[in-house]
């Protein structure tokens, strides 16, 4: 029984499954020879029944499990997408309050830094949980075209923020996040950073164009990136809708 008992608790099931259900047998075979001297029948069936079932059952949960992997990977991916949305509607909602407090002005450099100082944005917020980016980095560009523009006159549908890759480098990184312009801001405040103390350098503040999008979500069944509007609205953008952003108010006038 007891053997029986672990191979639905243990990783060496295939290894005890027989010897237990061979040891019940000879259990049943030597109390039902005893007369009623021996007692444990249903001991016995249980060391016999249970690593039956199991040697039945196992390989049917696999097979099941192989074939629900890859949906549960696919959610864990698509919620993981949503969440970087949200990252940066909130971003995207940040730099209207940091406007709307500087002239209606966009910034043209340190657009991270500013809204941690100003806007109260957390330096998570930056990070897009389904890419390689640690806090004090950023998963997110600028669209370098507006920078310095008033954001109440660039038309709505004129790219404001968008999911980059900018800034990862090859080999580890090595750039002290003590070195960051908001950390000295957020110290004096009471924030801590995890994950490190070292980032890449340039992996914040960035500042970019069309050349510049990261296809992060290619897992999703529907390659594409999270763009945020100048109208404040954040959208999945499938690749095969890549060419309509409009990165240019000039352009558009």
Request: proline residues 7%.
């Given at each position: 029984m007891i053997m029986g008992l672990l191979t639905a608790t243990c990783i060496f099931w295939p290894i005890l499954a027989l010897p237990a259900i061979i040891c019940g047998i000879i259990a049943l075979v030597k109390i039902s020879g005893s007369k009623g001297l021996l007692k444990g029948t249903g001991l016995a069936v249980t060391g016999i029944a249970?690593?039956?079932?199991?040697?039945?059952?196992?390989?049917?949960?696999?097979?099941?499990?192989?074939?629900?992997?890859?949906?549960?990977?696919?959610?864990?991916?698509?919620?993981?997408?949503?969440?970087?949305?949200?990252?940066?509607?909130?971003?995207?909602?940040?730099?209207?309050?940091?406007?709307?407090?500087?002239?209606?002005?966009?910034?043209?450099?340190?657009?991270?830094?500013?809204?941690?100082?100003?806007?109260?944005?957390?330096?998570?917020?930056?990070?897009?949980?389904?890419?390689e980016m640690i806090e004090g980095e950023s998963s997110y560009a600028m669209n370098k075209n507006i920078a310095g523009m008033k954001l109440g006159e660039l038309p709505a549908n004129t790219v404001l923020f968008f999911e980059t890759n900018m800034g990862m480098e090859e080999g580890q990184r090595d750039f002290p996040i003590t070195n960051r312009r908001h950390y000295k801001f957020l110290k004096e405040s009471g924030y801590n950073y995890q994950g490190g103390p070292m980032v890449y350098k340039d992996c914040f503040n960035q500042m970019g164009g069309p050349e510049d999008l990261y296809l992060r979500h290619k897992s999703t069944g529907h390659s594409g990136c999270n763009i945020a509007f100048a109208d404040g609205h954040t959208e999945f953008i499938t690749e095969d809708r890549l060419g309509t952003l409009e990165w240019n108010p000039d352009r558009q006038k």
């Open positions: 249970v690593p039956a079932i199991m040697v039945i059952m196992l390989p049917v949960l696999s097979m099941l499990l192989a074939i629900l992997m890859p949906a549960l990977s696919n959610v864990r991916h698509v919620a993981q997408r949503v969440i970087c949305g949200t990252n940066l509607k909130g971003i995207s909602t940040a730099m209207m309050v940091y406007a709307n407090d500087n002239d209606d002005r966009l910034p043209t450099e340190n657009w991270c830094d500013l809204l941690i100082e100003q806007a109260d944005v957390s330096p998570k917020s930056f990070v897009c949980p389904d890419s």
